[in-house]
């Protein structure tokens, strides 16, 4: 049996507690942890029940780890599973946690593939094949992926993607323009029919408003 002996909050965030027994240093934990737990000075724990605040604690560390790397933006199963890796969490709470936030709705690849699809199609507009790639370095499974990307248009997304660059190079002669934008869409992972395509119509657009 082992006794608490000191029960600190840590200096630097009072969500933190740390644990003395027998005068050492044991453990750091939640603070919510501690209070559910009960932990209170001169309480005896014996060595199963410390194994198990251990446990616990750690389950805790991965969840809150988890909460915090989804708050910037949605996440795939496999870049959770990654980042939790990094952290040296223990297999087992890594997939505790993981079946945790499929749970709560809060780890889902279709819903991740449909985000990180219409994200870039607000903001960043890009080819399907990119798309694909760039979803499937996220760890998402082709079938999802299949299911997902298939709806986007790569002819929309090419003009979409087109607009704001042709604006800004609409001073320049045509063949300036064609190469510079032609150049912009390749980069975009555009195939060469779909920026021929693209720079016709958007060169006659922009004639028809200067008239």
């Given at each position: 049996m082992s006794k608490i002996t000191a029960l600190r909050t840590n200096k630097r965030t009072d969500k933190r507690v740390s644990l003395f027994l027998d005068g050492k240093f044991a453990i750091s934990l939640d603070a919510e942890a501690a209070v559910k737990e009960g932990l209170k000075i001169g309480q005896e724990l014996s060595d199963n029940q410390l194994e198990v605040l251990v446990r616990n604690t750690g389950l805790?560390?991965?969840?809150?780890?988890a909460y915090r790397y989804l708050?910037?933006?949605p996440?795939?199963?496999a870049e959770m599973r990654e980042r939790l890796q990094h952290r040296n969490f223990e297999d087992s709470q890594i997939e505790i946690v993981?079946?945790?936030?499929?749970?709560?709705?809060?780890?889902?690849?279709?819903?991740f593939a449909q985000f990180w699809k219409e994200n870039r199609e607000s903001f960043r507009p890009i080819s399907q094949r990119l798309t694909?790639?760039?979803?499937?370095?996220?760890?998402?499974?082709?079938?999802?992926i299949n299911e997902v990307v298939s709806q986007t248009d790569d002819k929309d997304s090419a003009y979409r993607a087109a607009l704001s660059k042709a604006k800004r190079?609409?001073?320049?002669e045509y063949e300036t323009f064609r190469r510079r934008l032609?150049?912009?869409?390749?980069?975009?992972?555009?195939?060469?029919?779909?920026?021929?395509?693209?720079?016709?119509?958007?060169?006659?657009?922009?004639?028809?408003?200067?008239?």
């Open positions: 805790g560390s991965c969840l809150n780890v708050s910037y933006r996440r795939s199963e993981i079946n945790k936030l499929k749970e709560q709705n809060l780890l889902d690849d279709t819903a694909r790639l760039e979803l499937r370095k996220k760890g998402v499974a082709d079938e999802i190079l609409s001073h320049q032609s150049d912009y869409l390749k980069r975009r992972g555009f195939d060469y029919s779909v920026i021929n395509q693209t720079i016709k119509r958007v060169w006659q657009e922009l004639a028809e408003q200067s008239l």
